[in-house]
């Protein structure tokens, strides 16, 4: 309905159960064994005033815990905030449109089922089975459990709500059809006037006319001219054209004032003629005078000022060039990439940022070091709750089924299985990405979202989906709702 943030729902044509209650959305196969289960985390839910996070969490508890067989074919979407929280299972599929574009989730691209925190302003939303058919533009659902084969809530179409009725009053009888006097509208009552006038009252002076009537024409008296003024076809007494009478006629060229004539721009010097100095490549032509005199020294055959430099015996040494000796920088450092650093007093590759060495803690002086590039070592370990411990040398994707994820795909980036018993954990969840010598945490969109906790801070902070947030050493992170890492960059 439109009250609960959906706009106008319309039911897809098919055989499974659809549902609407609270604001949330329902979807799945009539013959699945966790239909059941899953009506009632939706009433629950529903009744508790859940938003669609929750509703997604209660739909992943009751899918894992039927998970002996192939996965239930079910979707479940609910509105959180301007946003919209999706979970789709099986064969089942949602389409979620907004102005920047659509996003598709299908349960068949995971092993489990797929899940996604879909931000807003959200403009559709449509969730499907198998086989679902068209919505009639005239169908509308305004909430329960009924057959069908999807659902599809438009948020961009609003529903107009019945205007008031008037209330009734008590001294409405008890009939079948009744019009109150006030509603009903009554014709003017004549007036009945004698056809004379009375001896005291006076005439009766017929009134307008009612109705349209045309405009009055007014008369006016026909245009004169003023007493002052002569007519129209009397000659005044005006000058003749032609200059004024104190004035020369204006062909007289001797009384007109001389035309100015500005001077003329200074110009500037003229450039010196270009001087002919002698080729030192051919000989003077004979009877310039120059034949006889003796040749210049610089004029012989070129020296070896006019031939290029002989190339250097030997490589440069350090001092030329900033940065380790050559051969250190020509050995094969793999995948690491390259970054600007600085060495210890001990020969340990630091962020040049940093005061102290990460690996020996002796003091950087700053104004004493020369940064230059070289292989990024390993900025330190993500260590989680059960002890797995992730060394930070690249790229990870963690979420309940990763190895299936675009980045683990293109090899940008490794996999990290977590997952949850509350299902908590999306199947695409959060990316570790290292810039430099910076850590930085994406949160892709997950249902449950991603939390850190800052070192020194009792509290945990949800950080935004698609937007990448540094974190500092000592940072814990909550993946889920249940699962914990924390950052440590001690590199021993």
């Given at each position: 309905?439109?009250?609960?943030?959906?706009?106008v729902?319309?039911?897809?044509?098919?055989?499974?159960l659809?549902?609407?209650?609270?604001?949330?959305?329902?979807?799945?196969d009539?013959?699945?064994?966790a239909?059941?289960?899953?009506l009632?985390?939706?009433?629950?839910?529903?009744?508790?005033?859940?938003d669609?996070?929750?509703l997604?969490?209660?739909?992943a508890?009751?899918?894992?815990a039927n998970?002996?067989?192939?996965?239930a074919t079910?979707?479940?979407?609910?509105?959180?905030?301007?946003?919209v929280?999706?979970?789709?299972?099986?064969s089942?599929?949602a389409?979620?449109a907004?102005?920047?574009?659509?996003?598709?989730?299908?349960?068949?691209?995971?092993?489990?089922?797929?899940?996604r925190?879909?931000?807003?302003?959200?403009e559709?939303?449509?969730?499907?089975l198998?086989?679902?058919?068209?919505?009639h533009?005239?169908?509308?659902?305004?909430?329960?459990?009924?057959?069908?084969g999807?659902?599809?809530?438009d948020?961009?179409?609003?529903?107009?709500a019945?205007?008031p009725?008037?209330p009734?009053?008590s001294?409405?009888?008890?009939?079948?059809?009744?019009?109150?006097?006030?509603?009903v509208?009554?014709?003017?009552?004549?007036?009945?006037?004698?056809?004379?006038?009375?001896?005291d009252?006076p005439?009766?002076?017929?009134?307008?006319?009612?109705?349209?009537?045309?405009?009055?024409?007014?008369?006016?008296p026909?245009?004169?001219?003023?007493?002052?003024?002569?007519?129209y076809?009397?000659?005044?007494?005006?000058?003749?054209?032609?200059?004024?009478?104190?004035?020369?006629?204006y062909?007289?060229?001797?009384?007109?004032?001389a035309?100015?004539?500005?001077?003329?721009?200074?110009q500037?010097?003229?450039?010196?003629?270009p001087q002919?100095?002698?080729?030192?490549?051919?000989?003077p032509?004979p009877?310039?005078?120059?034949?006889d005199?003796?040749?210049?020294?610089?004029?012989?055959p070129?020296?070896?000022?006019?031939?290029?430099a002989p190339?250097?015996l030997?490589?440069?040494?350090?001092?030329?060039?900033?940065?380790?000796?050559?051969?250190?920088?020509?050995?094969?450092?793999?995948?690491?990439?390259?970054?600007?650093?600085?060495?210890?007093?001990?020969?340990?590759?630091?962020?040049?940022?940093?005061?102290?060495?990460?690996?020996?803690?002796i003091?950087?002086?700053?104004?004493t070091?020369?940064?230059?590039?070289?292989?990024?070592?390993?900025?330190?370990?993500?260590?989680l709750?059960d002890?797995?411990?992730?060394?930070?040398e690249?790229?990870y994707?963690?979420g309940?089924?990763?190895?299936?994820?675009?980045?683990?795909?293109?090899?940008t980036?490794?996999?990290?299985?977590?997952?949850?018993?509350?299902?908590s954990?999306?199947?695409r969840h959060?990316?570790v990405a290292?810039d430099?010598?910076?850590?930085?945490?994406?949160?892709?969109?997950?249902?449950n979202?991603t939390?850190?906790?800052?070192?020194?801070?009792?509290?945990?902070?949800?950080?935004?989906?698609?937007e990448?947030?540094?974190?500092?050493?000592?940072?814990?992170?909550?993946?889920?709702v249940?699962?914990?890492l924390?950052?440590?960059?001690?590199r021993?």
């Open positions: 309905m439109t009250d609960q943030g959906f706009g729902v319309r039911p897809l044509p098919g055989n499974g659809v549902a609407y209650a609270g604001g949330l959305l329902l979807v799945c009539a013959g699945e064994a239909a059941d289960d899953l009632d985390a939706l009433r629950e839910t529903a009744a508790s005033g859940g669609g996070r929750a997604a969490r209660r739909a508890q009751v899918l894992a998970m002996a067989g192939d996965p079910c979707a479940v979407a609910g509105r959180v905030g301007e946003g929280a999706v979970l789709v299972s099986g089942a599929a389409t979620i907004t102005p920047g574009g659509e996003t598709r989730l299908a349960g068949s691209d995971s092993l489990t089922w797929a899940d925190l879909v931000t807003g302003p959200v559709r939303v449509e969730l499907s198998p086989g679902a058919g068209t919505p533009p005239a169908v509308r659902f305004d909430g329960g459990v009924v057959h069908g999807g659902l599809v809530g948020l961009t179409e609003r529903s107009s019945p205007a009725s008037r009734l009053t001294e409405m009888p008890a009939t079948a059809i009744h019009l109150e006097a006030d509603l509208p009554q014709p003017p009552a004549p007036v009945e006037r004698p056809p004379y006038p009375l001896a009252q005439p009766v002076v017929a009134g307008p006319p009612s109705g349209p009537q045309p405009a009055p024409v007014l008369e006016q026909p245009y004169l001219p003023s007493q002052d003024q002569p007519p076809g009397q000659p005044q007494d005006q000058p003749p054209y032609g200059p004024p009478q104190d004035q020369p006629p062909h007289t060229p001797q009384e007109q004032p035309p100015f004539f500005a001077p003329p721009p200074e500037p010097p003229p450039l010196p003629e002919q100095f002698p080729s030192y490549d051919e000989p032509p009877g310039n005078g120059v034949a005199q003796p040749m210049p020294q610089h004029l012989g070129s020296d070896h000022f006019d031939q290029p190339p250097l030997g490589p440069p040494d350090h001092f030329d060039h900033p940065g380790p000796p050559p051969q250190e920088q020509q050995q094969d450092h793999g995948d690491r990439p390259l970054v600007y650093g600085v060495d210890c007093k001990n020969d340990h590759f630091n962020d040049p940022r940093s005061p102290y060495c990460a690996v020996c803690g003091a950087l002086v700053q104004r070091l020369v940064p230059y590039k070289g292989p990024r070592p390993s900025l330190g370990v993500l260590i709750d002890g797995t411990a992730l060394p930070l690249s790229d994707l963690l309940r089924d990763p190895e299936r994820a675009p980045e683990v795909a293109g090899g980036a490794r996999p990290a299985k977590v997952t949850s018993p509350d299902g954990v999306s199947r959060l990316r290292l430099g010598w910076d850590v930085n945490l994406v949160d892709l969109g997950s249902v979202g939390q850190i906790q800052p070192p020194g801070d009792p509290n945990f902070y949800d950080i935004p989906p698609n990448p947030v540094t974190i500092a050493p000592g940072t814990t992170v909550r993946v889920g249940s699962r914990t924390r950052f440590e960059a001690h021993g």
